[in-house]
Each structure stands twice: as structure tokens, then as C-alpha cells.
């Protein structure tokens, strides 16, 4: 064998070497990008389904329902092909959420709002709603959805987490009467319309605000008759002391003329 056939035979066995090398990294890499995507995948997945289930019953509007039931299903007809191990779940809850779906296209709902009673509660939804508003964000960002329909959603949710807003004003508020401070109860109850003011763009809350702005001033002329109450009981209790008082210094008076007499 000559030496230039075992140079050429060297050489070649080392690009087969290089390339075969070359082709295991690759695999390699493309399986690390198939794991990261995968495991991304179930996160926001995991996500989507703790929020519509996290989120009271009626609480979301039709729209927002709908917007997040398809992003699911996206994202579970994307873990269908990425996670093999787990295809029969995932299946599983693309036919779930499908239902759902349909359900919410053939039967919407009234879309009035559902007001919440726990402040624990108001704090997780506010949170969720949050997070629904950054993923409209991404979605605007990505081109997935047009500036009309990213509007329509962001002003939703705005409305919804004000709306929560006012949930948590009003049961500090009762509870501000319950604990006998109406001054902090009035707090509140101006709060709320400062809160839907700054919110009263499209005059969505103007009838509310106009509701409110009546309570207040009946709140407020309750609160001054009862301080005006209170105040004639305090003057009366002071007179009668001092009324007391001079009397007690008379007959201290007459027990010493006696005493002299």
C-alpha cells in the first residue's frame, strides 16, 4: 500500500471522525432544544389551565374566555408533537378544553361582572389579570393578534381589575363602619370614585360614578349629624358636670358655715 493511499485513507477517516462528531452534536443540541421548548411548553400550559380555573365562574368576559381557551389548545396541539410520552393527556385536554370552548361560543354568558368578596382572594385575581395583560402584550408583539383586538382585550381587563378594585374598597369600607370610623369608610368611598375616574375614559363608569358621588354625600351628611350628636352629648355631659361640680362646692360651703355657726 502506497504511502500516499494511506494519507488519503487517514485523512478521510478523520472527516468521517469530524463529521460523525459534528452530527451527534447537532443531535444533540436539537434534543436539548426539544426538551427546553417542551418543558416551556407544560409551564405555560400549566398556567393558562391554573387561571381559567383560578378565575371565579363569570368573572372573565366572553372575549377573554375565549382568547385564552385558544391559546391553549395552541399550545396543548404543540405539546402533542413535542411530548410524545405524554400525547394520550395532552389529547386528553385539547378535547376538554374544545368542549369548553364550544360551550362558551354557543352559550356566552350575560358578561356582567361577578363581584368578589375575599381581599386574599381580589390580591390573586388582580395578580392573574396581570398576567393575562402581558401575554396580550406578547401577542400584540408577536404580530398573533392586530392593534384593534390588543385595545379591545387591554381595555377588559383594565375594566375588570378597577372593578376588583372597587370590591376591595367596599369591604373596607364596611368594615371601617363596623369598626365605628366613618371618617375612613368616607376614605374609601372617595377612593373609589377617584379610582373609576381615572378609568372613566369611554364614560364605561359614569353611571357608577354618579352612583357612588350620591352615596357620599348621604355617607358624609350621616357622618356630620352623627358628630353633631355626639358633640351636643359631650356639651350637655359637660354641663351637667359643671352643673354638679357647683353644686358640690355649695354644699362644701354650707357644711362650713355650719361647722362655724
Given at each position: 500500500?502506497?504511502?500516499?493511499?494511506?494519507?488519503?485513507?487517514?485523512v478521510?477517516?478523520?472527516l468521517?471522525?469530524?463529521?460523525?462528531?459534528?452530527?451527534?452534536?447537532?443531535?444533540e443540541?436539537?434534543?436539548?432544544?426539544?426538551?427546553?421548548?417542551?418543558?416551556?411548553?407544560?409551564?405555560?400550559a400549566?398556567?393558562?389551565?391554573?387561571?381559567?380555573e383560578s378565575f371565579?365562574?363569570?368573572f372573565?368576559t366572553?372575549d377573554?374566555?375565549?382568547?385564552?381557551?385558544?391559546c391553549?389548545?395552541?399550545?396543548?396541539?404543540q405539546?402533542?408533537?413535542?411530548d410524545?410520552?405524554n400525547?394520550s393527556?395532552h389529547?386528553?385536554?385539547?378535547?376538554?378544553?374544545?368542549?369548553?370552548?364550544?360551550?362558551?361560543?354557543t352559550?356566552?354568558g350575560?358578561g356582567?361582572?361577578?363581584?368578589?368578596?375575599?381581599?386574599?382572594?381580589?390580591?390573586?385575581v388582580?395578580?392573574m389579570?396581570?398576567?393575562?395583560?402581558?401575554?396580550?402584550?406578547?401577542?400584540?408583539?408577536?404580530?398573533?393578534?392586530?392593534?384593534?383586538q390588543?385595545?379591545?382585550?387591554?381595555?377588559?381587563?383594565r375594566?375588570?381589575?378597577?372593578l376588583s378594585?372597587?370590591?376591595?374598597?367596599?369591604?373596607a369600607?364596611?368594615?371601617?363602619?363596623?369598626?365605628?370610623?366613618?371618617?375612613?369608610?368616607?376614605?374609601?368611598?372617595t377612593?373609589?370614585?377617584?379610582?373609576?375616574?381615572?378609568?372613566?375614559?369611554?364614560?364605561?363608569?359614569?353611571?357608577?360614578?354618579?352612583?357612588?358621588?350620591a352615596?357620599?354625600?348621604?355617607l358624609?351628611?350621616?357622618?356630620?349629624?352623627?358628630?353633631?350628636?355626639?358633640?351636643?352629648s359631650?356639651?350637655?355631659?359637660?354641663?351637667?358636670?359643671?352643673?354638679?361640680?357647683?353644686?358640690?362646692?355649695?354644699?362644701?360651703?354650707?357644711?362650713?358655715?355650719?361647722?362655724?355657726?
Amino acid at each position: 500500500m502506497s504511502t500516499s493511499l494511506i494519507i488519503v485513507l487517514v485523512v478521510a477517516g478523520l472527516l468521517l471522525m469530524v463529521g460523525t462528531a459534528y452530527s451527534i452534536q447537532i443531535m444533540e443540541k436539537n434534543k436539548q432544544e426539544k426538551r427546553r421548548l417542551m418543558f416551556s411548553l407544560r409551564e405555560r400550559a400549566d398556567n393558562f389551565k391554573t387561571m381559567l380555573e383560578s378565575f371565579p365562574q363569570g368573572f372573565l368576559t366572553p372575549d377573554l374566555q375565549v382568547l385564552m381557551c385558544k391559546c391553549l389548545l395552541d399550545i396543548l396541539e404543540q405539546l402533542v408533537q413535542v411530548d410524545s410520552s405524554n400525547r394520550s393527556s395532552h389529547n386528553q385536554s385539547i378535547s376538554q378544553v374544545t368542549t369548553h370552548l364550544e360551550q362558551l361560543k354557543t352559550n356566552p354568558g350575560s358578561g356582567g361582572y361577578q363581584s368578589l368578596n375575599d381581599p386574599k382572594h381580589i390580591q390573586q385575581v388582580q395578580k392573574m389579570l396581570g398576567n393575562v395583560y402581558n401575554f396580550i402584550v406578547k401577542l400584540r408583539q408577536s404580530n398573533s393578534i392586530n392593534e384593534a383586538q390588543a385595545n379591545s382585550y387591554a381595555t377588559q381587563i383594565r375594566r375588570l381589575t378597577t372593578l376588583s378594585a372597587l370590591d376591595a374598597f367596599r369591604i373596607a369600607g364596611q368594615s371601617a363602619i363596623k369598626d365605628n370610623k366613618p371618617r375612613l369608610a368616607l376614605h374609601y368611598q372617595t377612593m373609589s370614585i377617584d379610582k373609576m375616574k381615572k378609568e372613566n375614559t369611554d364614560g364605561f363608569f359614569s353611571e357608577r360614578i354618579a352612583a357612588y358621588e350620591a352615596q357620599l354625600v348621604e355617607l358624609n351628611k350621616a357622618i356630620e349629624q352623627s358628630e353633631q350628636v355626639a358633640k351636643q352629648s359631650a356639651i350637655k355631659s359637660n354641663d351637667e358636670w359643671n352643673k354638679f361640680e357647683e353644686q358640690s362646692q355649695q354644699q362644701e360651703q354650707w357644711k362650713k358655715k355650719a361647722i362655724y355657726d
